[in-house]
C-alpha cells in the first residue's frame, strides 16, 4: 500500500498513526478512513471533531512515552480508545448533546487524564484477554469512560450540565408508529453514534469512510444497522429511540467484528454475525436499565459483551475460522488469506 | 453403564444428551436422572417442563450446529445453561411465578435465542477458567439470564407481567416463628428452587433424581438444605424466604459442587463444603440486596461465586483434593479413582 | 535480618506472621512495622486493635489449616485481606464510626467466617492474576466486605447500626474553604483511612510504622496523601470529605505500590505512581457514586482498579521495569537488585 509510506515517516508518522487510530473505533487500519470519519466528525460539530483529534493524540503520545510496542503504536491501537473517551466525556457534560460544549480548562486536564488512562488500559485488557487470543476493542474506553464520568458532577471546579441526552428506552415516550425517517435516519445515526454524534448524514459519511478500507466491513455495517431496525420494530421499541440509532450502533460494531474482522466471512460466520447483531440490539436495552439507578449510558459495552462472549469461546467451535487479533487486517484480506491456505494445502 | 448405549445411537442419542443437559444443573451427568428431574418439573407445571425441554433442546442443538466438541454435547454440558435460562426467564415475567404462564410467540423466539446465546456463552466461560481447572458452572446462565430479563419489560410486543416473586428478603415480613413447614417445606423447596420450582415436592422427587446417579451427591444436597436452614434459623432470617428456600438453593448447589463432585470428598473437604454452605446462605441475602435497585433476582449466582472463590485457588491448598471438572464423573468414582491412585502407588 | 528469628520460631512464629499480615496492608513485610501499626490502631480505638488482631489471626490460621504454601504464610500474606474485613464490617456497622462497638457474639461469628474466606479468595484471586505477574492487592478484602457488608442488615440477631459514615461526596455539604487542618488533619486521615480510622494522629503513627521499613514507602505515602489534597482542592472536592482523608487513602496506597514496590522506582515510574494518585482521587468520586443506589462504602477498590489497569499491562511498556510480585521485598531492596543486575551486565 502506498499509504504506510507515511507510516514509517519521522515526521508525518504520527499524524499518520493518530489517522489509523480513528479508523481503528471501527476496526479499518486505514489512514484515509480515519481523515474522512474525522471530517464526518466536524462536519458535525467542530467541538467533538477537536476533542476527537486531542484524545487520539494523548493516547498515542502516551503509548510512545511508555515506549510501548512500536507496531501496535503505528496500527492506531493506543488511540482509538482514547478519542471515544474524550468525545463521550464532553458529549454526556454539554447542556447539547447534539453539538457539544468546548470544555473548561479543568475538564481539559481531566479529558486528557482519562484519555491517557484508556491508553494504559488498553494494553492491560488486553493482556488479560490475550490468552484468549480476543482483542480488547472498546473495553478500555468503556471502563475508564465510566469511571470518568461518574465522578465528574462532584467536583465544583467542573461546570458540567446534566445528563441532557436521555441514556435508555425508558426515558422515551411509547410511541410505535414507524415512519420513512425511523428507517433512512436510524440507520445513519446508528453509525453516526458509535462516536457519539446524534447526525444521520454524519453516519453516512463514516460508512463511506469504512468502505474506503474494506467494502466488507461496510456491508456488514449497513446489514448491521438495518436488521437491528427490523429487530426493534418488530420487537415493538420507541420510535424515538430507533431514530436515534440507539438500537443500533452497538449492533453495527458487533456485525463488523464478528462479519469479517475476527472471524473469517463464510456462510455459516455470516448467521453467526446475524445473531450477534439480533442479541445486541436486544441487549443496548437492557445494558441501559442495568445502568439506570446511576444514570450512566450504555457507551459501547453492549457490543463488547456480546462479542467477547461469542468470540472467546471460538477455539471451541469448528464450524468458525477464527482470525487471531493480531493477523486481522481487513475482512477482505482475513478472507483470501485463510481460504488461500485451504487451497494450497 | 447400560445406559451409554443410547448416549452413541444416531437417532435416540439426541434425547440422551438432552437429558443429561437437565441433569448436569445438578452435577449429575446420567439421563434416567434427568428424566426424573423433568417429571419433578412437570408435576409441579406443564408450562416449565415443556419450557425446560425446548431450552435444553436448543443449548444443544446451537453446539451441534457450531460443530462443538463431541464429548461435551454427548455429555449434556451444552444443555443446562440453556434449560435454566428458559425456565427462568418464564418465571420471572409470569403473573403467577409458581404455575407460570405459557410465553407469547415473541417471547418464544426471544427465549430460544437467549438460549442459544448461553450455550455459546458456556464455551466462552469454560475458555475463560480452563488455565484455572475450573468449570463455568451456571454463570453462562446467570449473565445471560439477567441480560435478557433486564430488556424484556422494553419491547411492547412482550406482555411481561411485573416480576411477580419476591426476589430479596427485604420483601419479606420480618416473621421469625418457625414452625414445622419452615423445616420440611423449606428443604424440598430449597432443592426446588435450583429449577425455580416453589414447589418443596418437587423439590424431593429432584432428589430422588440425583440419588439415582449418586448417593453422595444426594446426601450433600440434604445436608446442604439443612445446614442453610439452620444458619438461617440461627441468624433469624424471614420465615416466608426460609419456607420458600431462598435462604437454601444456592448452599444446595454449593454443598454438591465442594462434596465430592469437584473436590474429593474426604473429613477435610467435608468441613470446607460445610464452611461453602453457611458462607453461600448468608451470601444470598447480599447478592439479592445487591441487585434490589434493578429489581433483579439472584439466580444461582451466589453458588457461582462462593464456589469459584473456594475452588479457583484451590490448588494453593495441600488439605484438598481436586478433581479437574473434565475428570469429574461423580462424587463416589472421583473418591474410587483418587484413593486408588494413592493406594496402588 | 535478626527479626527473621521468629519467623522460624516454632511457638513464636505464628505471632511473627500475624504481625506482618498487618505490615502486608501498607506493604511493609515486617513485624515491627506490624506491631507500630496495631498500637496506631489501639491508639484510635480498643475495639478496633482487638478486631483487627481477631482478622489477621483468624485469616493466618485458616491457611494453616487448609496447608496453604509456608512461604505465603510466613510473609503475612494471608493475613492482611482478613485484617481489614474485620475492622470494616466493625466500622461500618457501629453506631459510631470512629470508636465502634464491639460485635456481638453472632457479629464475631459472621466476623471470623469473612476473615476466613479473605483468605481463601485471597487463594483465588492470586491464581486469577498470576500469568499476569500482578498481586491480589486488597481485592479479596474488597470482594468478601461487600457481600458480607450487604448481608448483614438482613438478620434479625445481628444487631447493626445504619450506616454511620458518609461513603460518598454527595453525602458531605458542597463547602470550600479549605483551612489548615483540612491539610494536616486530611494527609493523617488519608493514612488512617486506609485502616478505617478516622484519627489524623494514628495516620501519622501508621506512617511511622511504614518508614521502619522502607523510607521510599514512607515518602510515597506522603507524597500521595499530599498530592491527592492539591488535585481535590484544585477541583473544588467537599471540605469535609478532603479533611476525613477519604480523597486520600486510596491514592496512599497507588502511591506505595507503584512508587517503588511493583515497578522499580526511577524518574519516570515516578510520574507514573503520580499520574496513578490523580487518577485515583478522582475515581474514588466514581465508585463511591457508583456504590451510592446500594449505599456501600467503597472500601480500597478504587486503589485496585487503578493500579490493576496500570500494572496489568505493564509488560507492553518499555520504560517501565516491572518487579513480580514474588520478587517485590521493599522499594529500597527492588531498586538495589534491579539497578544491580544492570551494572554489572
Not at 70 to 81: K, T, Y
Request: hydrophobic letters at 55%; one cysteine or more.
Amino acid at each position: 500500500m502506498k499509504l504506510s509510506r507515511f507510516q514509517d515517516h519521522p515526521t508525518w508518522g504520527f499524524i499518520d498513526w493518530a489517522l489509523r487510530g480513528v479508523g481503528q473505533v471501527v476496526f479499518q487500519n486505514n489512514p484515509l478512513s480515519g481523515l474522512v470519519i474525522v471530517g464526518a466528525i466536524f462536519y458535525n460539530s467542530w467541538v467533538y471533531g477537536t476533542i476527537l483529534v486531542i484524545g487520539v493524540i494523548v493516547g498515542t503520545a502516551t503509548a510512545c512515552l511508555l515506549q510501548a510496542d512500536r507496531s501496535l503504536i503505528r496500527n492506531g491501537l493506543f488511540g482509538f480508545n482514547s478519542a471515544l473517551v474524550g468525545v463521550a466525556l464532553v458529549a454526556f457534560t454539554s447542556e447539547d448533546f447534539r453539538s457539544g460544549s468546548f470544555p473548561s480548562a479543568h475538564m481539559l486536564v481531566y479529558i486528557a487524564c482519562a484519555a491517557a488512562l484508556a491508553a494504559i488500559a488498553f494494553s492491560s485488557i488486553s493482556a488479560l484477554m490475550g490468552p484468549h487470543k480476543v482483542a480488547a476493542l472498546t473495553m478500555p474506553f468503556n471502563l475508564v469512560g465510566w469511571l470518568f464520568l461518574f465522578a465528574v458532577l462532584k467536583f465544583s471546579s467542573i461546570d458540567a450540565g446534566p445528563l441532557a441526552k436521555p441514556v435508555s428506552p425508558e426515558q422515551y415516550a411509547m410511541v410505535t408508529d414507524y415512519v420513512l425517517p425511523t428507517w433512512y435516519m436510524g440507520i445513519g445515526n446508528s453509525i453516526g453514534q458509535i462516536f457519539f454524534q446524534d447526525n444521520w448524514i454524519a453516519g453516512y459519511l463514516i460508512l463511506i469512510g469504512i468502505a474506503i478500507n474494506s467494502r466488507i466491513s461496510a456491508g456488514m455495517a449497513l446489514i448491521g444497522a438495518i436488521v437491528s431496525e427490523l429487530v426493534a420494530v418488530a420487537f415493538g421499541a420507541p420510535e424515538g429511540a430507533i431514530r436515534d440509532g440507539l438500537y443500533g450502533y452497538n449492533a453495527v460494531l458487533t456485525a463488523m467484528a464478528l462479519g469479517g474482522f475476527f472471524l473469517v466471512l463464510t456462510v455459516r460466520s455470516f448467521f453467526y454475525a446475524v445473531f450477534g447483531i439480533v442479541v445486541s440490539t436486544w441487549l443496548w436495552a437492557s445494558v441501559a436499565i442495568f445502568l439506570s439507578p446511576i444514570g450512566m449510558p450504555v457507551f459501547t459495552s453492549t457490543f463488547v459483551i456480546v462479542t467477547w462472549a461469542m468470540l472467546i469461546g471460538q477455539h471451541g467451535f469448528k464450524a468458525l475460522v477464527p482470525v487471531p487479533p493480531a493477523e486481522a487486517t481487513t475482512a477482505e484480506d482475513n478472507r483470501r488469506r485463510m481460504s488461500g491456505g485451504h487451497d494450497g494445502g
